[in-house]
């Protein structure tokens, strides 16, 4: 080889590691905004107690972000409770009240006359914080507190099922 081949394969080599050490770096040191709103959420359960997500670490995170008025939330429950048996150990739901016509007396009378196993809590600093405009509004969190995905609305009970079921294998 040349010793201008050589100069510019060393200088190739250079441009390389320069671009793989900041690729490295981003890729292990940037949050995503969704991850910081995460992480810096506060609810608070029915009895008024704080919440955060690092009391569910180790479990696959469903925020069902919802309301006791919203047929397509309330039509959801039931296929949540089925993961949540399903998945006792590896999967929480925590159904989250953002307080936009609820009261927390409508949130607790219908937990007092529904049998669901969910975690619920008021958080309307976190639906603000989110940018939650329509209901229902999940969000899904892994077991180590990391945003994985969000979507809005229901694609019925079925899907919804399998959708979830598939994030929680996916995280087992």
């Given at each position: ?114 049998n669901y196993d969910f975690v619920f809590a008021f958080g309307e600093d976190l639906a603000r914080d989110l940018g939650v ?16 995905k969000s979507v809005l609305g229901s694609q019925g009970p079925d899907a919804d099922y399998e959708n979830t079921r598939e ?6």
């Amino acid at each position: 080889m040349t010793r201008a081949a050589l100069s510019i394969l060393f200088l190739l080599l250079i441009i390389a590691g320069i671009h793989l050490a900041n690729t490295s770096k981003s890729d292990t040191s940037e949050v995503s905004e969704v991850d910081q709103i995460l992480f810096n959420a506060v609810l608070r359960d029915l009895e008024g107690e704080e919440l955060t997500l690092k009391d569910f670490e180790g479990k696959t995170i469903l925020i069902d972000i919802w309301e006791t008025w919203c047929t397509p939330c309330l039509i959801s429950m039931p296929t949540l409770q089925k993961l949540m048996d399903d998945y006792p150990d590896d999967f929480v739901v925590l159904a989250v009240s953002p307080g936009y016509m609820d009261t927390p007396e409508q949130v607790q009378k219908f937990v007092d006359n529904n049998n669901y196993d969910f975690v619920f809590a008021f958080g309307e600093d976190l639906a603000r914080d989110l940018g939650v405009h329509s209901l229902p509004y999940k969000v899904y969190v892994n077991p180590n507190g990391q945003h994985i995905k969000s979507v809005l609305g229901s694609q019925g009970p079925d899907a919804d099922y399998e959708n979830t079921r598939e994030i929680i294998e996916n995280h087992l």
